[in-house]
């Protein structure tokens, strides 16, 4: 088993699913003498550790303050999308680099609609998707993309 079966998935999707308002509201401690940390069986040592790593590897991110004693508390704590894709939470982006790929995912997306309504209008965006050239697709995703990101810093 992998330090990544063992130690790191385990406590990514601890973060991602707990049920603790601390956690849920960014904010984790950890101190030595916790037993079991985040609800694992796992020292807090092997936690912060893993913490660390899923901070390097973009899964999480958060203000890391270490303390003595092997003491670690994250502030402003989250899970971020790529640390939801490695959950199998969201969908993996980079793979939808072609039409066909597009169109299946939304098809996918429609099975799991809300009403009937919303089906269908997936069904339609999917069969759009599935005629557009590789070109047009990537020109209308950057521009989607520049449109979301000019809204979000207040530019448009």
């Known amino acids: 088993m992998t330090v990544w079966e063992r130690r790191d998935l385990p406590v990514l999707r601890a973060l991602a699913t707990t049920d603790d308002q601390n956690v849920r509201q960014g904010y984790v401690h950890l ?16 936690v912060s550790d893993a913490l660390l790593t ?3 590897a973009g899964y999480i991110e958060g203000e890391f303050q270490r303390q003595g004693g092997g003491g670690l508390i994250v502030t402003h704590f989250q ?6 894709q490695a959950l199998g939470e969201w969908p993996l982006f980079d793979q939808l680099a ?13 099975e799991e609609a809300s009403s009937l309504e919303e089906a269908g209008n997936l069904r339609g965006a999917a069969r759009y998707a599935g005629g557009l050239t590789a070109s047009t697709l990537r020109a209308a995703s950057i521009a989607a993309l520049a449109h ?3 809204v979000g810093l207040g530019m448009g």
């Open 98 to 110: 072609s039409p066909a790929t597009l169109a299946l995912f939304l098809e996918r997306l429609a």
């Open 148 to 150: 979301v990101a000019r």
């Open 31 to 46: 101190s030595g003498d916790q037993e079991t940390p985040l609800g694992l069986d796992l020292t807090a040592n092997d």
């Open 54 to 56: 899923l901070a390097d």
């Open 79 to 84: 899970v971020t999308g790529r640390g939801q």
